[in-house]
């Protein structure tokens, strides 16, 4: 469900060792949503014209045709079935080899074509999603893709296209959990996605757009509290002290500002920002992207703060982490951050409504300091 060495995490459907890039070229890969299509066009042809073509071509939404060889194909009465396995490229996927297949049937005359979830494949439960409650959880442009797809086989056989059309992903029920699916409402299996068509190696889209739905169906429940944490032990401490749900709990991982610039324009009453004291600082010194990769500690800029604290700026200045100097200083150094994240975070909202609250949390799991409407203080 996401791509990129954009912060590994557990939901992501990341494991600890695929945070490096391949050496080399990357290679790219197709979308859930690419070999749905090409496994419902393939089964379409072979229900209505008695026989496979393998491999099937498809067109992508930007116009580019592409072959899928099948690895699966079945023909029986009234029905035919026909499988793709999924190839990401070299991006770290969860759904990488998954089997996707598509059973497609003839429909009562004048239905249209129907999709529906198989096994492995999720319902949407909660509002906010670009898919009704109730529905199968295909996005919108595979469902696109798909009946685009599908009305090209009935318009070239001159039959009515009345499918109903299954999308199955075995084993999805089990790689779902590996994925933020279960926190926005979509239950019993794995979405089915994509907009392009082609999965792009270690991109930060799919990270960030998670962030957004989870926006939006925090604000479809009519929640006024979320929170963004950087990591599992922050998001676990902030979750409990304020008890907020699941489903108020963004994926933020190290993307302050894609959650940040998405919120001013879809903003919820009250926040929480939850992390540890390097990568605050970060945020606090202006960054977004708070990846080790793609920003740093500014040691002097630490060092002055720590410094209006009473601290020797050269030592500050010196130190090989954020921890060593919060170390050196302490408590007041913690605030001191925690209050200009949260003097960073309304800058990037502008003038939204929004009430932030920064939560700084230790890597043993104690809150070191907040910072909220009432200023910042240790607890």
Same mark, same amino acid.
């Given at each position: 469900?996401?791509?990129?060495?954009?912060?590994?995490?557990?939901?992501?459907?990341?494991?600890?060792?695929?945070?490096?890039?391949?050496?080399?070229?990357?290679?790219?890969?197709?979308?859930?949503?690419?070999?749905?299509?090409?496994?419902?066009?393939?089964?379409?042809?072979?229900? !209505?014209?008695?026989?496979?073509?393998?491999?099937?071509?498809?067109?992508?939404?930007?116009?580019?045709?592409?072959?899928?060889? $099948?690895?699966?194909?079945?023909?029986?009465?009234?029905?035919?079935?026909?499988?793709?396995?999924?190839?990401?490229?070299?991006?770290?996927?969860?759904?990488?080899?998954?089997?996707?297949?598509?059973?497609?049937?003839?429909?009562?005359?004048?239905?249209?074509?129907?999709?529906?979830?198989?096994?492995?494949?999720?319902? !949407?439960?909660?509002?906010?999603?670009?898919?009704?409650?109730?529905?199968?959880?295909?996005?919108?442009?595979?469902?696109?893709?798909?009946?685009?797809?599908?009305?090209?086989?009935?318009?070239?056989? /001159?039959?009515?296209?009345?499918?109903?059309?299954?999308?199955?992903?075995?084993?999805?029920?089990?790689? @779902?959990?590996?994925?933020?699916?279960?926190?926005?409402?979509?239950?019993?299996?794995?979405?089915?996605?994509?907009?392009?068509?082609?999965?792009?190696?270690?991109?930060?889209? *799919?990270?960030? @757009?998670?962030?957004?739905?989870?926006?939006?169906?925090?604000? @479809?429940?009519?929640?006024?509290?979320?929170?963004?944490?950087? /990591?599992?032990?922050?998001?676990?401490?902030?979750?409990?002290?304020?008890?907020?749900?699941?489903?108020?709990?963004?994926?933020?991982?190290?993307?302050?500002?894609?959650?940040?610039?998405?919120?001013?324009?879809?903003?919820?009453?009250?926040?929480?920002?939850?992390?540890?004291?390097?990568?605050?600082?970060?945020?606090?010194?202006? =960054?977004?992207?708070?990846?080790?990769?793609?920003?740093?500690?500014?040691?002097?800029?630490?060092?002055?703060?720590? &410094? =209006?604290?009473?601290?020797?700026?050269?030592?500050?200045?010196?130190?090989?982490?954020?921890?060593?100097?919060?170390?050196?200083?302490?408590?007041?150094?913690?605030?001191?951050?925690?209050?200009? *994240?949260?003097?960073?975070?309304?800058? $990037? !909202? /502008?003038?939204?409504?929004?009430?932030?609250?920064?939560?700084?949390?230790?890597?043993?799991?104690?809150? !070191? *300091?907040?910072?909220?409407?009432?200023?910042?203080? &240790?607890?």
């Amino acid at each position: 469900m996401v791509l990129s060495t954009c912060g590994v995490a557990a939901k992501t459907g990341y494991t600890a060792d695929m945070a490096r890039k391949p050496d080399g070229p990357l290679r790219t890969g197709f979308t859930t949503g690419a070999c749905a299509t090409a496994a419902a066009a393939a089964a379409c042809g072979a229900l !209505v014209t008695g026989e496979w073509v393998n491999p099937i071509e498809i067109t992508l939404p930007r116009g580019q045709v592409v072959r899928f060889v $099948l690895s699966e194909r079945h023909l029986g009465d009234g029905w035919a079935r026909a499988a793709v396995v999924k190839d990401a490229g070299d991006d770290p996927d969860v759904t990488h080899g998954a089997s996707i297949v598509a059973t497609v049937r003839h429909g009562p005359a004048g239905q249209g074509i129907r999709l529906m979830a198989g096994e492995g494949v999720g319902t !949407v439960t909660r509002p906010g999603l670009p898919v009704a409650v109730g529905e199968p959880a295909i996005n919108p442009v595979p469902r696109s893709m798909i009946t685009d797809a599908l009305r090209l086989v009935a318009d070239a056989r /001159g039959v009515a296209a009345d499918f109903e059309v299954e999308i199955s992903v075995p084993g999805g029920a089990a790689l @779902a959990e590996q994925t933020w699916n279960p926190r926005l409402g979509i239950v019993g299996g794995l979405s089915i996605l994509g907009t392009t068509g082609i999965v792009r190696p270690f991109s930060c889209a *799919a990270w960030i @757009a998670s962030i957004h739905r989870g926006i939006d169906v925090a604000r @479809a429940a009519g929640l006024t509290h979320v929170a963004g944490a950087t /990591g599992a032990t922050s998001e676990r401490v902030a979750q409990a002290r304020f008890g907020l749900p699941d489903h108020a709990m963004l994926d933020m991982g190290d993307f302050a500002g894609g959650m940040l610039k998405y919120l001013a324009r879809h903003p919820v009453p009250r926040v929480t920002i939850a992390g540890g004291f390097g990568k605050l600082t970060k945020m606090a010194q202006g =960054a977004v992207d708070l990846h080790s990769a793609r920003s740093q500690v500014d040691f002097d800029a630490l060092a002055e703060t720590a &410094a =209006a604290l009473g601290a020797d700026r050269a030592e500050i200045a010196t130190c090989n982490t954020a921890n060593q100097a919060l170390g050196l200083v302490g408590a007041p150094l913690a605030c001191a951050i925690a209050e200009a *994240a949260r003097g960073a975070a309304l800058r $990037l !909202v /502008g003038g939204a409504e929004i009430d932030f609250d920064i939560l700084m949390i230790d890597r043993s799991g104690n809150i !070191v *300091a907040l910072a909220d409407g009432s200023g910042a203080r &240790a607890p």
